[in-house]
């Protein structure tokens, strides 16, 4: 595979920064609130607040550093790859709370401070584990063009950004103004679809930004029948892959398609067929490719590794591994035996 400028591989990414807020309730208090059990809410600041506030008088929330980018970039980390976070946050608690844990995670922190509330997930989960997501975006949508720290975007090898980032003109911008940088400086481009709903709002702009900018495009089945307007995930991989070098369509219990400069590889999924969580599956996915392509393994064995950090996450709670975990899958990683995992 490519060679890396770096004698240890270094992955730049811009994401929406999002404290993930869990907590505990009662089906009675999801209803009191207004809520319905297993939604995934975009909500504004007065409900926001509303929410914020009932926790704070009721109840004793845990924080973890969320949002789709921040996952594969604290992932690849956790399993000894060099990364930066750059996106926006408050000046507030829970923009301080992010990142002093990105501090404890050293995710080299290139967040930016904004006047509006940093962007949070409220995750209410009821005693059968069902997750209900209630996500306020705030500062998220003020990242801009001069929110880039080109000097350590210029040192990546790999550049990661997710369909997050096309929503705003802003956040557009700075997106194009990073990818030019990071291409400049000799970087390969990684784009992880990450929501349907942002291909039904973005269809164009994405199919645009994949043709011309990315070395790496990640979609998971429902994001690219959308895209490609086909149910067959290996018709959408191949049709993907004539857009961009390397094109991976995750087809969910049934593992994954990788297109790579047109050949279509199948990857096998591995871990359990019956998931705890899915939540940040995909993240994972991407993090475990990357991890892959920094070691300079193939494709294939990218998928592989992939799929099996994949596997491994969704047997837990949470879209990030515990420390513990993490330290026993990078040394699974190191030291090979991952090829034995089934």
């Known amino acids: 595979m490519n ?17 993930d ?3 505990p309730v009662s089906y009675e208090e999801l209803k009191d609130l207004g809520l319905y059990k297993g939604t995934m809410n975009l909500i504004d600041v007065d409900k926001r607040l509303e929410l914020s506030k009932y926790i704070k008088e009721n109840k004793t929330p845990s924080f973890s550093c969320g949002g789709s980018c921040p996952n594969t970039i604290i992932t690849l980390r956790a399993m000894g790859v060099d990364t930066a976070l750059a996106g926006k946050v408050g000046n507030d608690e829970y923009g301080e709370i992010y990142k002093k844990n990105l501090k404890n995670l050293s995710v080299e922190d290139n967040l930016c401070i904004s006047e509006n509330p940093t962007g949070s997930s409220i995750i209410l989960i009821t005693p059968d ?84 900018s990315c070395d790496i495009v990640f979609a998971n089945k429902e994001e690219a029948r959308i895209m490609f307007d086909n149910y067959d995930p290996e018709l959408c991989c191949k049709s993907m892959g004539k857009l961009c070098e390397t094109a991976i369509v995750k087809n969910g219990k049934k593992g994954s398609f990788i297109s790579y400069r047109g050949e279509i590889f199948e990857i096998p999924v591995k871990g359990p ?70």
């Open 21 to 23: 807020v869990i907590v």
């Open 3 to 19: 060679h890396m400028k770096n004698q240890t591989p270094f992955v730049y990414g811009i994401g929406n920064p999002l404290i």
């Open 273 to 342: 067929s019956v998931p705890v969580d899915t939540t940040g599956a995909g993240d994972t996915y991407a993090a475990g490719f990357l991890y892959g392509l920094c070691k300079g393994y193939d494709v294939v064995d990218s998928g592989t590794i992939a799929s099996i950090l994949a596997g491994q996450i969704i047997k837990q709670v949470g879209a990030q591994f515990t420390e513990e975990k993490g330290k026993e899958l990078k040394a699974m990683l190191e030291s090979g035996s991952w090829r034995n995992q089934n």
């Open 129 to 212: 584990s069902d997750r209900t997501m209630n996500t306020f975006l705030g500062a998220n949508r003020d990242f801009c063009l001069s929110d880039i720290n080109t000097e350590t975007l210029k040192k990546a090898d790999f550049f990661h950004f997710t369909g997050y980032m096309l929503d705003t003109k802003n956040q557009t911008e700075a997106i194009y103004k990073a990818i030019d940088t990071a291409k400049s400086s000799g970087a390969r481009i990684s784009f992880d679809i990450a929501d349907q709903f942002a291909v039904g709002r973005n269809r164009d702009a994405f199919l645009d930004i994949i043709k011309s």
